[in-house]
């Protein structure tokens, strides 16, 4: 059981991110092939950070920690791609673009639907009518916060592991 005094995703949910943050670990031996060292060293705190966040979702240190280091990757990674072909940069670019657009709107997705609203309301019953996207709250404990918490989590997993990772490597 779980309060909004602490809030967290939980670990049957957040084992999808953790195991797509195993991308940033490819991505980093990847990068050591293609001789990037200093991006690869990022990448691979990234990977460490993100798994130590996704293992046990709440918000602390190991969140900071790994939203700094994700920055940092995203600002390398920009640096980085200046040696792509025109093409493949403009394909990463994008990519980034939708990553960040993505991320955005999750966040704030998953801040009305988790976050917003500490007190407690009228328990809601799961039905046909509740929205993935809905910035209406959601109460601790009950299946519309695990489809907030999944839903959260997937779109994290796609857009911020999966995309801007994958695209890096078939564009480097």
Known sequence: MTSDDEIYIPRNISIIAVLSSHLFL???IFCIFYKQYAFAFILFAVYVTSILYWTNVKYGPYKTIDSVL???????????????APRSRIIFLSAIAIMITAWTINDRIFYYQVMK????????????????????????NTKERDWACYRSVCAHSLFVHILPTVTYMCCI
């Open 26 to 28: 490819i991505n980093s």
């Open 70 to 84: 994700a920055v940092s990757a995203v600002i390398a990674a920009l640096f980085s791609s200046r040696s792509f």
């Open 117 to 140: 609203h500490r007190e407690k309301i009228e328990h809601r019953h799961f039905d046909d009518s509740y929205s993935w996207f809905s910035l209406e709250y959601t109460n601790p």
